[in-house]
Every structure is written in structure tokens, then in C-alpha cells.
């Protein structure tokens, strides 16, 4: 029997105006080499960490996790919630038995505090769950009768009800964007959805931007600057592709799914990563969304702009024109049209339903609560 497939691809092209909002190491807009000329570049986890942060204005905290290496202390404040006569230290002491239960490695940190050794994802359900094992078993150590039994069933199962609880109840965030913990791969979590590095449709080239600043409280005789300076950053129109395999997620959070893509959808449309904001007031909304549904395979367009956008009247409307003329040449010499398509800000696309931002993401809502359950 065939594999259900569900894929939801999503197409944006948007221009960024003067902005420096993914720096590399030196502090200079992120860049990549693409049909051998200079992209702009931001990187997918750039766009998802401002995915997540929008995800709190769209899920509720109990739909969401926490990637930290502070999850003793998210057990321990769990557990004082279900038990509060029990003490700081003992609290701390009981979460870090059950986390290296689980399999993860604690440490101390540099100030003290009982850290994992990497970064870990956890959902606020998962913690709960930890603290309520760890609340039960000191219940049955206390039961004198049954303390002998109990504690040797206790002891050979323990990694594995641990280890189980960190399995369970995954949040939205963990469904999508997936965990990797090196040391217990019982623990990881393949990410139902892909996000691309996005890239200008065109060539560019970094420009550097010269300012000084004024010292307010400098003597009225002083002309100099009180500080100078230079920021490197470029303009570009990027196309931006992500997708979610609706079924995989499905296996995941069950009936939060259809809720789940439309968050997705939300926060990939409209989120923008923070970087040098203040300084560019650079926050823009997509020029053009395209939402494919398929159900063989994802499909990136960024062939499209393998040989770079070139025009004297802005890039949008030649770049938009580009992905869909290369979409319909990948359909017909590939893998057909999709089974579904939504198009905003774009006249006369084949087969695909104009709609405003809103309907999208009502019609994503309706669409995958009919076919994914």
C-alpha cells in the first residue's frame, strides 16, 4: 500500500528594502554564490527563529516548547507546582535524576546553575509530564507495603518511562521544526516541515553605509563626530521557499494539524527576522504568495532564478514572472499541477485561486482539516 502523502510548499517573493537583518561572523549581510553571480542570503535558521517567536502570538504556551539548556529548572518549577512542600534543592536534585534518566548529560554552568550539555527542545507538556513521574514515584516510595515490588519494577523500567514522557506530547514547534539530541536518539524528532535559505532573485552587491554620532553633551566649540563607524548591508528582492508534510505532522499532533499548518503558513508569510531593525525600519510583507498542495513530493522553484533577474523597473514583477513561467514548465515536464493552489498579490495563474491573506488562511484551515485526519 502506498505512503499517504500531503505536502503544502510555500513561494514568496519579497522585497527587502536597505536592511542588514543576517549578519555572518564579521558582521556583513549574509551572501551566496547562485547562477555564478552574488546573492543576498538569509539563512532558513534565521527566518525560523522568527517563525518561532511569531508563534507565540498565534499558539497557545502549552502548544509550545522552550529550546534551552535550562530544562532542569522547567522540571524542577513543574514539579514545586505539583508538590509545593517540596524544597528548591530537592526539586533541582529530583529533575536532574530524571533528565539524565532520559538520557540527557547535565552540567554546571559557568554561574552555577545545573544546565544540559546542548541546547534541548521541550515542550511545556513534556515537562509537566517529567515533574508528575518524579512526583508519582516519591508517592510510591512512601508506600511501605508495596516499597520492595515497586522499587525493582521502578528501577528496570525507568529509562524507559522517562524517555517515553520526552516521546509524548511533542508542542507544534517541535513537530515542525524537529529535535536532535546526539546523545539518546530515542529522543529525536524528524522535522515535518523544510524551510530554504532565501536568496535574491537577482545579483547584488554590499554597500556600505559611512555615520557618525553627535555627542549631546559635548562643548559647543567641538565639531567632531563622537563616534564614527560603518554597517555593510544591501537591498534585495528574495524568493523564499518552505514546505510542510501534513501527514508526518499529522503523526505527531494528531487534530492540531490543520491549526498547525495555518500557524505556519502565518508566521512564514509574515514574520521578519530582527536583525538591524532599528536601524532600517526594514519590516515589509511578501509582494507575491504562491501555496501549492501536492501529494508526491515538495517542490522548490528557485530554478527560476538560477540565471539572474535583470530589469530597470523594479524586480518584482519580472521575478514573479519568472517563478511562474518555471513552475509551469516543471509541472508539465515533471510532475503534473498541484492539487491544490493559492495565489496573493498575482494576476492569471494557472489553476491557482486568488485570495487575500485572511482567506489563505482559512481555506488552509478548511482544506487540511478535510484531507488530513
Given amino acids: 500500500m502506498d505512503k499517504k502523502r500531503l505536502y503544502v510548499d510555500f513561494h514568496v517573493i ?9 549578519r555572518d561572523d564579521t558582521g556583513r549581510p549574509k551572501t551566496a554564490v547562485y547562477g555564478g553571480v552574488n546573492r543576498a542570503r538569509v539563512s532558513s535558521q534565521c527566518w525560523k527563529h522568527a517563525m518561532r517567536e511569531m508563534f507565540h502570538d498565534i499558539f497557545s504556551d502549552r502548544n509550545l516548547g522552550f ?4 530544562a532542569v529548572e522547567l522540571v524542577a518549577d513543574s514539579l514545586k507546582k505539583i508538590s509545593p512542600e517540596i524544597s528548591d534543592e530537592d526539586a533541582t536534585k529530583k529533575a536532574i535524576e530524571a533528565l539524565g534518566n532520559a538520557g540527557l548529560k547535565i552540567k554546571k554552568s559557568k554561574d552555577g546553575k545545573d544546565v544540559t550539555d546542548a541546547l534541548f527542545f521541550i515542550s511545556a507538556v513534556q515537562a509537566e509530564k517529567l515533574a508528575k513521574l518524579i512526583s508519582d514515584d516519591e508517592n510510591d516510595k512512601d508506600d511501605k507495603d508495596d516499597k520492595k515490588d515497586k522499587k525493582g519494577k521502578k528501577d528496570k ?11 509524548s506530547s511533542p508542542s507544534i514547534d517541535i513537530a515542525l521544526f524537529g ?23 537577482h545579483a547584488i552587491q554590499n554597500e556600505y553605509d559611512y555615520f557618525t554620532a553627535v555627542d549631546d553633551c559635548s562643548p559647543a566649540d567641538n565639531a567632531g563626530a563622537g563616534h564614527l563607524g560603518t554597517k555593510e548591508f544591501n537591498s534585495a528582492t528574495l524568493y523564499r521557499y518552505a514546505t510542510v508534510n501534513a ?23 509574515c514574520s521578519m527576522p530582527t536583525g538591524s531593525q532599528n536601524s532600517y525600519a526594514n519590516r515589509t510583507f511578501p509582494d507575491v504568495v504562491y501555496v501549492t498542495i501536492r501529494k508526491d513530493q515538495p517542490v522548490n522553484l528557485s530554478g527560476a532564478f538560477e540565471k539572474p533577474v535583470k530589469s530597470r523597473e523594479g524586480n ?13 514548465k516543471v509541472y508539465s515536464d515533471y510532475c503534473g499541477n498541484p492539487e491544490k493552489s493559492f495565489v496573493i498579490g498575482y494576476d492569471g495563474v494557472s489553476g491557482a485561486e486568488k485570495v487575500s491573506l485572511t482567506e489563505l488562511f482559512e481555506k488552509l484551515k478548511e482544506y487540511m482539516a478535510d484531507e488530513v485526519k
Avoid: W
Fill in 157 to 167: 523500567n525507568l529509562q524507559k518511562v522517562y524517555v517515553e514522557a520526552l516521546q
Fill in 316 to 328: 518584482v514583477k519580472p521575478s514573479a514572472d519568472a517563478l511562474f513561467e518555471n513552475a509551469e
Fill in 179 to 201: 529535535r536532535m539530541l546526539a546523545n539518546n536518539a530515542e529522543l529525536n524528532v524528524d522535522a515535518s516541515s523544510q524551510v530554504a535559505h532565501s536568496i535574491s532573485t
Fill in 247 to 269: 501527514e508526518e505532522l499529522f503523526k505527531s499532533i494528531g487534530s492540531d494539524t490543520a491549526e498547525a499548518v495555518a500557524g505556519f503558513a502565518k508566521a512564514f508569510i
Fill in 14 to 22: 519579497q522585497t527587502v528594502p536597505p536592511s542588514c537583518i543576517n
Fill in 67 to 70: 529550546r534551552t539548556k535550562y
